[in-house]
């Protein structure tokens, strides 16, 4: 594996033309790769490391994106191993609360609001998983130099001198991204720029133990300060820096100096140390020709929504399963604009929320600190009910009337077994309806394009799954429907109150020219 070479590898060199190439081995281009693998697509995984990266870098996901894992088979692997927050706490340097951000043990997608996790064991999960499908190449030590498209593919050319032929590229090379510099993609700077060491903690105790905070911003003028626990025996804290001499301040003693509130050398041993600049950039392309960005290659955005990662699994649940329908015929290559065309409005406005959240922490000037302060705590006091993050819904793009908004998962039994809803009608394409309109639907029709039909009642019956906690009921009544087409990325297709019509409008998406169920 050091030299990025397998048996896989050795077959591919000789039949070297593949489905998609993937420029990147971290989260996101391992989830991209695990996402096309399982749906039969060929894959090629380009990565300049010699082995998985092996050091902290990403900390947190929210549920959507555990969701995901559950979809690739990974959620009983990765939930022992993850860290559920209850609430993410601001507090000013005199340790006064500013902001208190609840999170839900069982959110909307089903999963808890927020986890904190070590990105080693999240990539190692995913390597496996890949590593796992027969039509997925990872080729560690693979340093993409060149990239050249014509109409019907993209030739990689890499360091070594090799050259693989791929229909479609999808950089998800990080934030120095060699695909996006490669294609002269210019990025649109919404104008947050600051440097932060991050610094990272393997604990010889558990982190409860040692009484250390597991989420905490500290707004201090003197010194803006982020703690957070990211697994049981790891903990980072991120401090906002000065003008001053990086490698000074990234010295072990300069650190421990810094931490001596919190951590002795006896508790713990540094596992990283890092200097970074917080930008807010979103690329002005995010497809060019047969290539496409996803991830930091395509945005950054400043971490204290703890959304960065969470962005960057979005990018591929959305691109995975459109790139499969361009490359099954089902869809033009057109289809894949409406990638940015969804994810970008969803991705700058995160970001700015990120950012002003960003700015309010790291406020320098005493007085407009006791400003915020004074503003915060009267807002704080006000407030008559928790504070809740919520997410924007998509942009313009490929759903129909009442789509573009995440779908919920509850739990629901057939009869024999109970679970969440996505572990019964997996993650294709789903069109959920009330009980009562089930007989107006041509199921095995529907099943024959790779639609599953899910009927929801308040007990289990042949087709119809219990809603047991009535989580379909809520939301149906929300959306004002009785039906809800749903696509591989769990957002809405079409919603409405003709289980018939909105039916054909999915079948429609998936046999283009049909436009009614016969």
Excluded at 320 to 347: C, I, N
Aim: charged share 25%.
């Amino acid at each position: 594996m050091a030299n990025g070479t397998t048996e896989k590898q050795a077959a591919n060199k000789t039949s070297p033309r593949v489905d998609v190439a993937v420029i990147g081995a971290g989260p996101v281009g391992m989830t991209l790769a695990a996402l096309l693998g399982r749906a039969g697509r060929s894959v090629v995984v380009c990565e300049r490391y010699p082995a998985p990266y092996g050091l902290p870098r990403a900390a947190s996901f929210d549920g959507e994106v555990m969701r995901a894992f559950q979809g690739l088979g990974l959620a009983d692997e990765l939930a022992p191993l993850l860290q559920e927050r209850e609430a993410y706490e601001w507090r000013n340097g005199e340790g006064e609360l500013l902001i208190r951000q609840e999170f839900r043990s069982v959110g909307t997608n089903g999963w808890a609001d927020l986890y904190m996790f070590h990105q080693p064991d999240l990539e190692k999960a995913l390597h496996s998983l890949c590593a796992s499908l027969p039509n997925v190449d990872i080729r560690f030590g693979t340093t993409v130099v060149g990239l050249t498209q014509d109409r019907d593919q993209v030739t990689v050319d890499t360091a070594d001198g090799a050259a693989l032929s791929a229909r479609y590229v999808v950089g998800c090379d990080g934030g120095n991204s060699f695909v996006r510099e490669a294609l002269r993609i210019e990025q649109d700077d919404l104008g947050f720029s600051e440097p932060w060491l991050v610094c990272d903690f393997a604990l010889r105790r558990p982190a409860a133990e040692l009484g250390l905070p597991p989420m905490l911003q500290i707004g201090d003028p003197a010194e803006p300060t982020t703690i957070i626990t990211t697994a049981a025996d790891h903990q980072r804290f991120c401090f906002m820096l000065d003008e001053s001499d990086v490698e000074r301040e990234r010295a072990a003693d300069s650190v421990w100096a810094r931490v001596e509130r919190y951590l002795s050398r006896d508790d713990a041993e540094i596992a990283r140390v890092a200097a970074y600049t917080f930008r807010s950039l979103v690329a002005t392309r995010w497809r060019q020709g047969r290539i496409l960005l996803a991830g930091d290659a395509a945005h950054q955005m400043p971490p204290f929504l703890a959304q960065g990662l969470c962005a960057g699994i979005r990018d591929v649940l959305n691109v995975a399963f459109k790139l499969d329908l361009v490359l099954r015929g089902v869809q033009g290559a057109e289809a894949l604009d409406t990638y940015q065309s969804e994810r970008d409005p969803h991705v700058r406005a995160v970001t700015l929320a990120s950012m002003e959240l960003g700015r309010q922490h790291t406020l320098r000037d005493p007085e407009l600190a006791r400003e915020r302060d004074r503003a915060l705590l009267a807002r704080r006091a006000a407030l008559q009910e928790p504070e809740r993050m919520r997410l924007p819904d998509l942009g313009p793009g490929m759903f129909d009337t009442g789509g573009g908004r995440l779908s919920v998962q509850g739990r629901v039994s057939d009869g024999r077994r109970t679970g969440l809803l996505d572990d019964f009608a997996g993650g294709g394409f789903r069109l959920l309806v009330a009980e009562q309109d089930l007989p107006l639907l041509d199921v095995p029709s529907l099943r024959d394009v790779g639609i599953t039909v899910v009927g929801l009642g308040a007990t289990a019956a042949g087709a119809v799954v219990a809603d047991l906690d009535g989580t379909y009921r809520r939301w149906l009544d929300d959306l004002g429907a009785t039906a809800v087409a749903v696509r591989p990325d769990h957002y809405v297709y079409a919603a409405g109150t003709d289980a018939r019509e909105v039916a054909s409008r999915l079948l429609s998406l998936l046999s283009p020219g049909v436009t009614a169920l016969a």
